[in-house]
Every structure is written in C-alpha cells, then in structure tokens.
C-alpha cells in the first residue's frame, strides 16, 4: 500500500490536505474552476513515460527541442477544444484565455512547465476533410504533464474542480502515479526493429512532375511567385509500425529538430522531426525563423562546402529564401511588431542543408502567441507567395489531403508563453500504415526532375526513422 512509505506520509499528507480545502470550496451551479498542481520530480525522459506509461488510446503530444535539451508529454484530456474554419485560431486563442481564468495554481511554481498548458495541432486547411481523422485544430488541457528541461523535471495535473471531484480519490490516484512516474526508465532494448516495408508512390513521380511544371506556367505568367508541392507516399510494413521508436530515432538523427508526435481517436498518430520553428514567445520576446533554399549535403567534407557556398550564392535559392523573410516581416508588422532580422546563416542536418534567418521581436501584451500563429500560417516556405493563390494551386495540383502535415504543432501556457513548430518531414503511422510527407518550393528557375530529386530525399530521411 502506498502509505507503507512512511517517509513519504508527510507529502502525501499535504498533498491530501491541500485538495480536501479546495474540495470544500465548490459550490454547485457556479462555473467549475481548474486546479493545476506541480511537483519536482526525479529525471525522467518524457518519451519513456510514452513507451510504458502512456494507454494507445488516450490523447497524447508529445514535443521536444532536442538542441535545447527540453522536451514535454501531455495526455490525457482535462479540458478539450475542436475547432473548425477561418476563426479557429480566434476560438482557440479566447478558449485559452477563458480557461486561464479559471485555472488555481498550486505546488512548485519553480519547475520547469508549471502551471496550465495547452498543447495544440491544426490541419494545413481551416477544414478538416472527411476521410482525416484529425480535426481542423484542437487545443487540450491535459490531465498529466510531465516537462523536462535541461537536468529538471517536473509533473503538473490538472483537474476540474466540479462536484464530482473527490479529494481523497484524486489524492490517492496522483500519488501513485507520481510514484509510478518515478519509477519509470527507458527501455531501449524493447524498440522494435525495422519491420520489412513495401513503399508506393501516393503520387507518383511523373504526376509530381507535371505539377511542378502546371506550376512553373503559372509562375512565367506573374499569377503566383512561388508555391510549395509536396509528394506523399504509402508505406506498409510487415508488423504495426511503433511510434516511441520511430521518435527515438528521429531524436538520434536529427539533433537539431523538433521532435513531435500527437494522436486522434481514429487510431492514427502524426509524427516528425522538423527543422522549422513557426513562432516562440518567451517573456514578451518572439522568435521565429526564415527557412528556405536547400541542397544536399556534401559526400566529403571539400564537397559538402562546395554544395554550401553555391546555396548561399544560388540567385534561385536565395530569391525562395527572401520570399519568406519578406512574409514574415511583413506579417509581424501588421501585428503591430517591429521585427529584427539577424545574418543568414546555414542550417545543416544530416541529409540536407536550408539557407536560415532568424527573426526576432518584443511583443506587447496585447498581442497573443496564436495571433501570430494566425498571421504566420501557412508561411511561404510551406504554401507560397501570394498565400491564397498558392494554396489554391496547392489544392488543385496536389491529389492527396495534406492534413496535419506543414501545419503548426506546439503548446501555449496561460502567460502568453509558447512555441510552435511546422510538422513538416511528417508521417501519418495507423497499424502496419503509414503515410510520408515532404515538399519543395517551386519558384522561377526550379527543374521538376531536382524538385522530386529534393522531395524524395526527404522522405529517405524519415524512411530510415520510422520502424
């Protein structure tokens, strides 16, 4: 029994203690407020806690800054929120924003991630389609969230306080899964190995083709400046894919990305490992990145910087990547911002390289994070220029749903704190399926046989990591 730990009465005790108080202040028929209770725990990696802790079923996401050693798993749903068409990043922003309002903080305010978060996923159109089982956009509190940041860890669960909370139960249900949580490692010799796959062309190469020159003839005659098209392949596997080590290795082969899983009760889950951060607002201080313009990487180290000067030098890669710092900037402004552009640098993964531009600038408490959100998606380096058109060619040219992929994925707190990255280099898995995104822009001057050639080395790249 739990409370055999006798050293570990004391804590439990206030912990007790501390619910039965709030307990005894609901009163029915006025509006149930939130409690967000948060602990110090011993070092746990999140994505073990998915591998063994976490039910298939329950709604999860999972997201991780691998470069900044932080990384956050949220499950279950305390509070949840769908959203659909042109306003659903306003739905979300005043949901956000309402329950904040409600929400009573207790515990250790100094760990990482404390207080109420909310984790988010949009689909690339303001409609989710009939066959994808994910939602436009749906934005969730969640019952348990465990946070890691740097050596730090911390626990945060979150309840509703109504009159079917009972401080005992909860008590007793929070303090064995604290322990259970503490109790976890990572069990890497439980990783599947690389089932045997048979890979298919959702579009085929030669569609591909002939829509990069449709849109290259829309392109010569001024109606757009620059639309991404992405390929899609169907993967089936001998045994159900697994989605921890699939994470697990998108985390060992891409140091530098985020890393993101999240699921929908259709029984799929959308994964990736992105280069690309759409916004982060840290204590009114916004960041947020330019990315595109890309080339292979070298097969030596003499090559690999003959490929990296001739993208810095590429009239062709360069104009892309100044298309979406214009956007950007652009959009910052009408937002009242006043961006600051930083020197382009080179952003070098394993397979590929990006021309990147940081971007940053403060931003005043009226300004939410999914405003910016809003006015930032989809960004030239994932639609084109202009957005609508693009996206209208987009729709027409491509002959699959994009869904979750090039859409923004991440979490927000209730102080207006938050990141988000593009799910891009992306899979749907569902069982022994799964289904491969990538894209590439095409502007004046792209070759449809280098724009597959780019495309299909992305999607190499996540072949490699999903088992």
């Given amino acids: 029994m739990l409370l055999d730990v006798l050293d570990c009465f004391s804590s439990y005790q206030a912990l007790y203690d501390d619910l039965r108080d709030l307990e005894q202040h609901i009163h029915p028929g006025q509006p149930a407020e939130v409690v967000s209770l948060a602990f110090a725990i011993e070092s746990v990696d999140p994505l073990a806690l998915l591998q063994s802790w976490v039910d298939p079923l329950d709604c999860h996401l999972y997201f991780e800054r691998s470069g900044a050693k932080t990384s956050i798993l949220a499950v279950g749903a305390t509070l949840r929120l769908t959203v659909d068409g042109v306003s659903r990043f306003v739905q979300a922003r005043d949901w956000v924003k309402q329950v904040t309002a409600r929400v009573t903080m207790r515990g250790d305010r100094s760990v990482p991630f404390s207080g109420a978060h909310f984790f988010c996923g949009f689909s690339f159109f303001d409609e989710a389609t009939l066959d994808d089982g994910f939602a436009a956009g749906s934005v969730f509190l969640p019952e348990w969230q465990i946070g890691r940041s740097g050596d730090r860890t911390s626990l945060v669960v979150n309840r509703v306080l109504d009159v079917e909370f009972c401080a005992e139960t909860e008590a007793r249900e929070i303090w064995t899964q604290l322990q259970r949580i503490q109790s976890t490692t990572f069990d890497r010799h439980s990783l599947t190995l690389s089932p045997s796959q048979s890979l298919q062309a959702f579009t085929s190469p030669d569609q591909f083709k002939t829509s990069v020159n449709q849109a290259l003839v829309a392109i010569k005659s001024k109606k757009i400046e620059k639309v991404v098209l992405a390929l899609a392949y169907e993967v089936k596997a001998a045994q159900e894919f697994n989605v921890v080590t699939s994470l ?220």
């Fill in 248 to 467: 697990y290795n998108l985390r060992q082969l891409y140091k530098d990305c985020y890393i993101f899983s999240c699921n929908n009760t259709s029984g799929e889950t959308f994964l990736g490992a992105s280069p690309e951060r759409l916004v982060t607002v840290d204590r009114n201080q916004l960041e947020t990145d330019a990315l595109a313009g890309s080339a292979p990487r070298g097969e030596t180290e003499l090559h690999d910087r003959h490929i990296a000067q001739t993208l810095l030098g590429s009239i062709k890669e360069t104009h892309e990547h100044q298309l979406v710092i214009d956007f950007i900037t652009t959009q910052l402004v009408a937002l009242g911002l006043e961006p600051e552009m930083f020197p382009a640098t080179l952003l070098q993964l394993p397979n590929i390289q990006h021309l990147h531009t940081p971007i940053r600038s403060l931003v005043p408490k009226t300004v939410h994070i999914l405003d910016v959100v809003a006015a930032l998606h989809p960004t030239p380096a994932v639609a084109g220029v202009p957005r609508d058109l693009a996206c209208d060619q987009i729709r027409s040219l491509e002959t699959f749903d994009r869904s979750r992929y090039a859409s923004p994925i991440g979490w927000i707190d209730g102080e207006g704190n938050g990141e988000f990255a593009v799910g891009i280099r992306s899979a749907i898995l569902a069982g022994d399926r799964a289904r491969l995104f990538a894209g590439a822009g095409i502007v004046h001057g792209s070759n449809a046989e280098h724009e597959l050639a780019e495309v299909q080395l992305k999607l190499q790249a996540l072949l490699r990591a999903i088992v």
